[in-house]
Nanobody, 123 residues
Framework: VQVVESGGGLVQAGGSLRLSCAAS????????MGWFRQAPGKEREFVAA????????SYADSVKGRFTISRDNAKNTVALQMNSLKPEDTAVYYC?????????????????WGQGTQVTVSS
C-alpha cells in the first residue's frame, strides 16, 4: 500500500491548512486512517484518526476543537482540516493506515506510512 500526503505549507498563526492523504495499491476494505506529527527534536505523536466507516474519530487533546478529520472511502482518501493553527503545530505530518476496525492512537498499530508533509506555523 502506498500512502501519499499533500497540502502542507507555511501559514501564519490563526490561519488554516487542509492536508490530504491518498492510499493506493492493495488497500483492504476495512481500515482506520490516522494522522501523526513529529516536531524537530520530539517524538512522533498522534494527532487524529478515523474509523473505516467514518463513524468514529479520535483526536489528541492538543488539537480538539481546531482540527477535523474526514475520509472518502470511494477515493481511499482522508483529509485533516486544521484551523486556528498555532506555532506549536509546526511539524512534519504523516498519514498512516491501520488494518483494523478499531481507532488506535499508537504508532505501532499502524501498518503503512506516508513520507510526510511539512507544516510550518509562523508567529
Amino acid at each position: 500500500v502506498q500512502v501519499v500526503e499533500s497540502g502542507g505549507g507555511l501559514v501564519q498563526a490563526g490561519g488554516s491548512l487542509r492536508l490530504s492523504c491518498a492510499a493506493s495499491g492493495r488497500t483492504r476494505r476495512l481500515y482506520t486512517m490516522g494522522w501523526f506529527r513529529q516536531a524537530p527534536g520530539k517524538e512522533r505523536e498522534f494527532v487524529a484518526a478515523i474509523k473505516y466507516n467514518g463513524g468514529s474519530a479520535s483526536y489528541a487533546d492538543s488539537v480538539k476543537g481546531r482540527f477535523t478529520i474526514s475520509r472518502d472511502n470511494a477515493k481511499n482518501t482522508v483529509a485533516l482540516q486544521m484551523n486556528s493553527l498555532k506555532p506549536e503545530d509546526t511539524a512534519v505530518y504523516y498519514c498512516a493506515v491501520d488494518y483494523s476496525t478499531v481507532v488506535h492512537t499508537t504508532i505501532d498499530a499502524y501498518d503503512s506510512w506516508g513520507q510526510g508533509t511539512q507544516v510550518t506555523v509562523s508567529s
